[in-house]
């Protein structure tokens, strides 16, 4: 039946059933005698109301009460049609006082349930009252068993019609099924309630007409205690069925949502399920908070379901705002009414705005995490239970939820994450940069599923950011260049944060041109390693708001580990290359240190370092110490006409400002254009074609040895500084070899020299006649310095000019020139030489460059070259060689070799004269040596003893021989012969002539001849001899020991002394000269007697003749005076006194002549 | 002890012995002698003016350079001698032998009529 058709039924019934009751009872109205009851039946109208009043609930809609107890005592006191009148009056006015009151339903529906009520009423007391009667039922004034039967009719009629007449209303509503639902609910109470109390009823009747009034009040008054009671109770035990319902229904809630699963729309679904349960969800709206974004989840709208819908910045807006705050429920009974009151407004708007409504927030702990709102149409829909219902269940559903959320977000960030560690391992196994880029992008792109993606890396040198790698492969380099700070990327880039702009329109930094023409939102993340940033991971999209916080956390995670990659990548490229620069210069090395030669090594390393560096011209220029120039060693990369061109080429200071400064600062140079031009030599550049230089000084030990340069014949090509670096590494390998090279040739140098050396100190040490030395020298130099001719001269110091010695090379003319040659201080060439200075004789030469160091340069006409022979500072000689042109690389050398040769030489003249000196030395010594034994041979061994007489003498040699000696031999008649003489000369020549004075003493003595005529016949003998150099002083005395005379003769020696006893001196003079000078002497003879106890002192003048450091002589007066004071003692003392008293007037001055003493005394 | 002509004479070579002239000066004295004489000179005075002492090898030295000069020609003359030479001189009885004059003129005078 459709619900039009029942709606009007319904109508039709309730008026009908109004109209019936109403007009049945109008009627029968005329039965009742009004005025009698009137006043009873308006008390029983009030109690029934009252009563009525007092009802309570069962099902909604239906109000139970004890009220048919009083109307059914109406009827049995009354009458049914009065007792109708009493029930109809009650119940229409209860009806219409209830709805003046509440106003919940429109007036037509409450006058027609009213109506309904009070016809059912109406038709009900008659039909029991009808019934009663016609069961036998009385007025009842006595009551008796015989009642009971028509009670029971009326009771059961009551009960039933009531029953029937509301259940016929529902079952017209809702059909059979909705009646029997009806009646099946509503029985239980209705019986105990409504049945059940009839009888009592009868009680009332009862006291009613014993007609005590005091009693029926007391009754009525019970009746409406007991309806009162019945109330409560009954409203106690609704709400503990309520309770339980509740509690069921959290108990059913709660396991529901134990038992779902994790899943954020299940829960909702869930909840919205037993929300139906309770209240009436047709309008039902459950929505979650993310963030400012409210998401309905279950969206139900008359019934119907709607999809679910995001409302971006809807959470905080309206009701919902407010319950997100206030974290309060809000039970709306009536919009209309309250709708100022609320404490926010709805934030929907429809067309057909509920009535009621129930705000309930879903709280997880200290979130609101959602909300839930069920709307009708009618007003008061909802009871505070429900609201109290539906917040428990929403709560424990909240909580459930937000777990169910974070399980969500927990499962999908593992997904993220274990997607990122996908890609990160992808990635960290890729050590090509170049292949790194593509791939990242690409496994980006493919995991992720992003529209575009991009990588820009910063490049370590030039701090630019270049494009690298993209997804789009039509994107090419050129076309997208960003500079740092330009763009988003730009921006990130120089920021080091990463920048989301869900919608490029709005985010001003985004640049429309670089951008890719779909894009709506941009996510650039920066690629950092510790602090630095190597580059910029772009995302795009083609649709607005499309990356999450997620995403910027995926991205950024992915960020970091393909920064490391990149990180890994850059240094396993900066090691490769390493390597490569290591094994490059590896290569240099091997290929040098085969080679001895210098110049192959140079040229080694010009034809590799091109190959390495990838240059196109390399050269080498060696700095000359000597010349002070840069000279050309090496090239590579030349046509012939310029290599000739390069063998040419001399840089002094000053030539080439680049290669002064280079060796200056001893750091390399880069230049081009410009600068070039200005540095270098125009030929030169043009020449060789250069455009972009690299000049580096090669260093030995700090020193600068040669410059290497390094050519590009483009001017863009560049000098990186790794290439700078590798190249200097090279650089320095051949700095290393040239030093080697030049050490090994300074050795061989020095080797030569030294074998050079060997030779001539071999040829001149195994001589020792200088002739032979010097002639030696002459005739190896030529052959060592290659030279024609060489001299020596030998300084005569006497005669202060140079001796010529020795002379090799030349012709008969210069030899004839150079024998009578006595070069002095007057010659400018020797000049230099006894100055000890090396020195030149040049004719005028301009272009002579090689004057070597240390050489003074005299004018001459002929090429000469003078070299002191010195030893000890001294200058001994001078050798003199021919200044031939040597190339400038052994100039060096051969003035090494010369000034060695003039050193040996002038160290083997110096030899050989102290050789000879030390020969002489060693001669003299051996002559004195020899002299001296002749000399000790010749003396007496002993003196004679004389009986009566003392005699002893004395004999001390000088350091050098003087010839003194002493002499005693006999003579016949027992006489003795005494001499004393000096021989004019010394050594070897002073002996002899000793020993021939002897001799001949003693020959021309020996018969006895007088002293006079001994000596000058000794004399005779010594002149008869021409060749004889003999000269002598000798005196001869003839002492007669039995007569103590002494006969003597003197020639040209000291006369003795003579001291008597007394003391008193005198001289022993006697006339004469001595023996050797002229013939035919004449001498003097003398005779003298000694007493006892007289002296005869015999001396030479080397007693008398000594001198002090003063240069005073000992003297005569001084050897008297010794004498005198010693006579008293023996010749031996007195002798010793002398030499004492000598040695002590002497002191430590050495004498140079003999000293001798004869001493003789007359002791008897 | 280089020589020198004299003013007086120039024909005269005077050569002057000074200092003591023991036996280590003696070959001074004998190498100039012996230079004189080698170079033509054989008018030869030695002025002892400064001398204070003759050893024996210079009194040889003189005697045998005397010899030489006589042999060529020539002579050989002493002036000025100190007291000290003279006394020397006496002894070896050599006054007697050798021309002893006071002065450098007189000698080199009596030497040029050699």
């Known amino acids: 039946m459709k619900q039009r058709s029942r709606s009007l039924l319904l109508h039709l019934y309730s008026i009908g059933v109004g109209l019936a009751g109403m007009g049945a009872l109008a009627i029968l109205a005329g039965r009742v005698p009004w005025t009698q009851v009137g006043l009873p039946l308006v008390f029983f109208a009030l109690l029934s109301l009252i009563i009525k009043r007092a009802g309570f609930h069962v099902t909604p809609g239906v109000t139970h009460s004890l009220v048919s107890m009083v109307d059914v005592a109406t009827l049995l006191i009354f009458g049914p049609v009065a007792g109708g009148t009493v029930a109809l009056i009650s119940g229409l006015a209860y009806l219409l006082l209830r709805a003046f009151r509440h106003q919940t339903r429109p007036w037509i529906e409450t006058l027609e349930a009213a109506l309904f009520n009070a016809g059912l009423k109406a038709l009900m007391a008659l039909a029991s009252g009808w019934l009663y009667t016609l069961a036998g039922g009385g007025d009842f004034l006595v009551a008796g068993l015989s009642d009971v039967f028509p009670l029971l009719v009326l009771f059961a009629t009551w009960f039933t019609l009531d029953h029937l007449g509301w259940g016929l209303r529902e079952g017209i509503q809702g059909g059979p099924r909705q009646a029997m639902a009806f009646l099946r609910a509503v029985w239980p109470t209705s019986l105990l309630v409504e049945l059940c109390p009839l009888p009592a009823a009868v009680i009332v009747v009862f006291v009613y007409n014993q007609g005590n009034w005091f009693v029926f009040l007391l009754l009525s008054a019970g009746i409406v205690a007991v309806a009162l009671v019945v109330q409560r109770l009954a409203d106690a035990w609704q709400q503990v069925k309520r309770r339980l319902s509740e509690l069921d229904a959290l108990s059913r809630a709660g396991q529901a949502i134990v038992r779902a699963q994790l899943d954020v729309d299940q829960l909702c679904e869930l909840i919205y399920q037993q929300a139906s349960q309770i209240v009436d969800t047709s309008s039902f709206h459950l929505g979650l908070f993310d963030g400012d974004t409210y998401t309905l989840k279950i969206w139900v709208r008359d019934n119907v379901r709607q999809p679910s819908q995001s409302f971006p910045r809807a959470a905080n807006e309206g009701i919902i705002g407010w319950m997100r705050r206030s974290k309060q429920p809000l039970l709306v009974r009536d919009f209309q009414q309250e709708m100022d009151a609320l404490p926010a407004r709805p934030s929907y708007v429809s067309e057909h705005p509920p009535r009621s409504a129930i705000f309930v927030p879903l709280i997880a702990g200290e979130e609101v995490i959602g909300t839930m709102s069920i709307q009708s149409y009618t007003p008061a829909a909802f009871s505070e239970d429900d609201l109290r ?27 993220q994450l274990a997607l990122i560690g996908d890609v990160s391992r992808k990635v960290a196994a890729i ?10 992008v690409h496994l980006i792109q493919e995991t992720f599923g992003y529209y575009h993606v991009g990588i820009f890396a910063i490049d370590p040198d030039t701090n630019e950011l270049t494009f690298e790698a993209s997804t789009n492969p039509d994107l090419c380099q050129p076309c997208v260049n960003l500079e740092m700070g330009e763009g988003i990327i730009g921006w990130v880039a120089q920021e080091g944060q990463p920048l989301l702009a869900n919608d490029v329109s709005t985010e001003p930094r985004f640049r429309h041109e670089h951008a890719w023409p779909q894009t709506r939102a941009e996510l650039a993340v920066p690629l950092k390693v510790e602090e630095r940033v190597l580059g910029v991971l772009d995302v795009q999209s083609n649709e607005t708001g499309a990356f999450s916080d997620d995403d910027l956390f995926i991205l950024q995670t992915l960020a970091a580990q393909v920064a490391i990659a990149i990180e890994d990548a850059r240094l396993y490229a900066a090691q490769q290359e390493e390597v490569w620069v290591t094994t490059a210069l590896l290569q240099v090395a091997e290929a040098t240190s085969k080679l001895s030669n210098l110049d192959d090594v140079l040229a080694t390393v010009v034809r590799l370092t091109p190959l390495l560096a990838g240059v196109d011209r390399c050269s080498i220029f060696l700095w000359d110490r000597n010349a002070q ?17 390069f063998s040419t080429l001399r840089f002094a200071p000053g030539d080439a400002l680049a290669l002064d400064e280079v060796r200056l600062t001893k750091s390399p140079r880069i230049l081009s254009g410009d600068e070039l031009a200005s540095s270098m030599p125009s030929t030169m550049i043009e020449m060789f074609d250069i455009r972009n230089l690299l000049i580096l000084p090669l260093l030995a030990r700090g020193k600068v040895v040669g410059v290497m340069l390094v050519g590009y014949i483009e001017e863009s090509a560049g000098f990186t500084a790794r290439k700078v670096s590798m190249i200097s590494g090279i650089a320095n390998q051949a700095a290393i070899a040239i030093e080697n090279a030049q050490l090994y040739a300074a050795q061989q140098e020095e080797a030569y020299v030294s074998t050079a050396l060997l030779q001539v100190a071999e040829a001149v040490g195994s001589r020792t006649d200088l002739e032979d030395i010097l002639s030696t020298v002459v005739r190896i130099t030529p052959i060592l310095v290659g030279v024609k001719r060489c001299t020596i001269f030998l300084w005569d110091d006497d005669e202060g000019v140079f001796v010529p010695a020795q002379a090799y090379g030349l012709s008969e003319d210069q030899k004839e020139w150079f024998w009578h040659s006595r070069p002095g201080q007057d010659d400018p060439l020797m000049r230099e030489v006894l100055a000890g200075r090396p020195a030149v004789s040049v004719p005028d030469d301009p272009h002579n460059h090689w004057l070597l160091a240390g050489v003074t340069p005299v004018p001459g006409t002929l090429p000469i070259l003078a070299l002191p022979l010195s030893a000890k500072r001294k200058v001994l000689g001078a050798m003199l060689v021919d200044y031939v042109g040597a190339p400038e690389r ?10 060695g040769i003039a050193n040996q030489t002038a160290i083997a003249i110096e030899n050989t004269r102290l050789y000879r000196q030390e020969a002489e030395q060693e001669r003299l ?15 007496p061994e002993h003196c004679p003893s004389l009986p009566g007489w003392e005699l002893d003498a004395y004999w001390q040699a000088a350091h050098q021989v003087g010839g003194d000696f002493y002499d005693f031999f006999s003579l016949p008649d027992d006489r003795l012969g005494l001499v004393i003489a000096d021989v004019a000369d010394k050594g070897v020549p002073a002996a002899l002539f000793m020993a021939l004075s002897r001799t001949l003493v003693r020959v021309t003595a020996h ?27 000798v005196f001869y005395a003839i002492l007669d020991p039995q007569a103590g005379t002494l006969t003597y003769a003197n020639g040209g020696h000291n006369p003795p002394l003579l001291i008597r006893h007394n003391g008193q001196v005198e001289s022993l003079r006697a006339r004469g000269v001595v023996l050797g000078i002229v013939e035919h002497i004449e001498l003097e003879e003398k005779c003298v007697t000694l007493e006892t106890g007289d002296l005869v002192v015999l001396y030479t003048d080397g007693v008398t003749d000594a001198i002090n450091a003063d240069e005073e002589e000992f003297g005569l007066a001084r050897l008297t005076e010794v004498i005198q004071r010693t006579r008293e003692r023996s010749p031996s003392d007195i002798i010793a006194a002398i030499n004492d008293e000598v040695m002590t007037f002497v002191g430590d001055v050495p004498q140079f002549d003999d000293f001798t003493l004869v001493v003789l005394k007359r002791v008897e | 002890m280089n020589g020198h002509a004299s003013s007086y004479q120039p024909g005269v070579w005077v050569i002057e012995a000074g200092g003591r002239i023991d036996a ?24 002892l003016g400064q001398a204070r002492y003759l050893s024996s090898h210079s009194l040889k030295a003189l005697l045998v350079a005397r010899q030489k000069a006589r042999s060529h020609g020539g002579d050989l003359v002493l002036c000025c001698t100190p007291p000290r030479v003279q006394e020397i001189l006496e002894i070896t009885g050599l006054t007697q032998i050798l021309s002893l004059y006071e002065s450098e003129e007189e000698a080199a005078s009596a030497l040029a009529s050699v």
Do not use: C
């Not at chain 1, 219902?389 to 997904?415: F, H, T, W």
């Not at chain 1, 010594?925 to 003396?939: D, G, H, K, N």
């Not at chain 2, 003696?26 to 005075?45: D, M, S």
């Open chain 1, 389 to 415: 219902l539906l917040s428990v269940i929403g709560n424990e559903a909240a909580m459930a939820i937000e777990k169910a959320r974070l399980y969500a977000m927990a499962q999908r960030r593992a997904r």
């Open chain 1, 431 to 440: 050590l090509e940069l170049e292949e790194l880029f593509t791939q990242v």
């Open chain 1, 629 to 645: 120039v840069f000279l050309p060693a090496q090239a590579h990369g030349l046509t012939r006409e310029q290599k000739k061109l």
């Open chain 1, 890 to 899: 052994f100039a060096e050398r051969w003035m090494n070799i010369l000034t």
């Open chain 1, 925 to 939: 010594e051996r002559e004195l040596e020899v002299a001296r034994e002749i000399q000790a041979s010749f003396l």
């Open chain 1, 1007 to 1033: 018969d006895g001849r007088s002293p006079a005529k001994a000596l000058q016949r000794a004399n005779d003998l010594i002149i008869s001899d021409a060749h004889s150099d003999l000269f002598v002083s």
């Open chain 2, 24 to 47: 280590m000066h003696a070959p001074v004295l004998e190498a100039a002698l012996q230079r004189a004489l080698a170079q033509g000179k054989y008018r030869l005075l030695v002025h």
